[in-house]
């Protein structure tokens, strides 16, 4: 119940396409969903995150779907650049309740989908 | 400037031996993390602390061991019990508020192999 599932592995896509990495979720305790990403050799860096008040967030060229009814979460990636590169990963985490809280914001990661643009 | 000081980038362990990873933040952030990131399984988590001299075992503890006697240190020690430890891992930190989530920040990363 605590694995996030992601899809597709791999993705290869032309300059200025749209891509789409996809994530679903059993634990309806999960209330805050960031996406992570990560260039070879280097940590995840955060690119964008939703919780699950609102259906969708969009910071630039990046936008997070949110369906709460049926446990689901994308990220659309808008005019991809060969610079958008990348493995990413959408996690799942539970906020802790209070200062006592006892999910500490665990993070559970998705397997990665590694993307390619190409020019 | 602020961030997670990971060393060394690149390490290499003998048969028996226990390696010890490093994990430095000056982000004053109260919880820190350290995961195992293996192809095509994303991250992992080993262990996790979210106060000085408190942690607690994650999804894949066997074959670690953790301190925290500092805020701002985590080291990560890989003993020989550890029969795959061929791996990346990853420090991450976050700021505890205690009240929603904050995000995490990750170190960049150390490579471990064996000889």
């Known amino acids: 119940q605590q694995q996030v599932k992601q899809s597709p592995q791999s993705l290869i896509v032309q300059k200025g396409g749209i891509s789409i990495i996809n994530c679903a979720y059993e634990?309806?305790?999960?209330?805050?969903f960031p996406w992570y990403q990560q260039f070879p050799g280097k940590g995840p860096a955060l690119l964008i995150a939703?919780?699950?008040?609102?259906s969708e967030k969009k910071e630039g060229r990046f936008t997070i779907s949110f369906n709460k009814s049926a446990k689901q979460f994308s990220l659309h990636i808008m005019d991809s650049q060969p610079g958008d590169s990348a493995t990413y990963f959408c996690?799942?985490?539970?906020?802790?309740?209070?200062?006592?809280?006892?999910?500490?914001?665990?993070?559970?990661f998705g397997q990665g989908t590694i993307l390619t643009v190409h020019p | 400037d602020g961030g997670i000081t990971q060393s060394p980038k690149y390490l290499f362990r003998k048969e028996g031996q226990n390696v010890t990873l490093s994990c430095e933040q000056n982000?004053?952030?109260?919880?820190m993390y350290w995961y195992r990131q293996d192809p095509g399984q994303g991250l992992r988590l080993i262990y996790y602390?979210?106060?000085?001299?408190?942690?607690q075992k994650g999804d894949i503890a066997e074959g670690y061991s953790v301190s925290r006697e500092k805020k701002e240190s985590f080291p990560l020690t890989v003993t020989s019990a550890q029969k795959n430890p061929t791996a990346f891992y990853l420090c991450?930190?976050?700021?505890?508020?205690?009240?929603?989530?904050?995000?995490?920040?990750f170190g960049d990363g150390t490579r471990l192999s064996i000889l």
């Open positions: 991450a930190s976050r700021h505890n508020t205690g009240i929603g989530n904050q995000p995490q920040h």
């Open positions: 634990n309806t305790a999960f209330d805050y």
């Open positions: 939703i919780r699950p008040d609102v």
């Open positions: 996690a799942a985490s539970i906020a802790p309740l209070g200062a006592g809280g006892t999910s500490y914001g665990k993070l559970t």
């Open positions: 982000l004053n952030h109260d919880a």
């Open positions: 602390s979210q106060i000085v001299n408190d942690f």
